[in-house]
Nanobody
Framework: VQLQASGGGSVQAGGSLRLSCAAS????????MGWWRQAPGKVREKVAH???????YYGEFVKGRFTISRENGKNTIHLQMNTLQPEDSGVYYC??????????WGQGTQVTVSS
């Protein structure tokens, strides 16, 4: 099973981007998925997450600007990011929880927000 992330890019402050992440390979069930990000010199932090029942979690810094969603019945998620700020810049990683102590990660997609 692999995760393929896409949708990163460069925008000016106040702009929007939509990230996507699709799981390939056979999982056989819907699994929790989410997005993390890492800026240079900083620890990786959780941005948004969809749980087993598609319950959502957002990092405090999101403040209503981002929306995570899942394509119906698929292990494919999207992250709509609006009102982006320079501090949102970093590499965004998709994550999926296949089971206990069995998380997998996508390759990361760069988001750059200029002021």
């Amino acid at each position: 099973v692999q995760l393929q992330a896409s949708g990163g890019g460069s925008v000016q402050a106040g702009g929007s981007l939509r990230l996507s992440c699709a799981a390939s390979g056979s999982i056989g069930k819907i699994v929790p998925m989410g997005w993390w990000r890492q800026a240079p010199g900083k620890v990786r932090e959780k941005v948004a997450h969809l749980g087993f029942y598609d319950n959502t979690y957002y990092g405090e810094f999101v403040k209503g600007r981002f929306t995570i969603s899942r394509e119906n019945g698929k292990n494919t998620i999207h992250l709509q990011m609006n009102t982006l700020q320079p501090e949102d810049s970093g590499v965004y990683y998709c994550n999926a929880g296949l089971g206990p102590y069995n998380d997998i990660w996508g390759q990361g997609t760069q988001v750059t927000v200029s002021s």
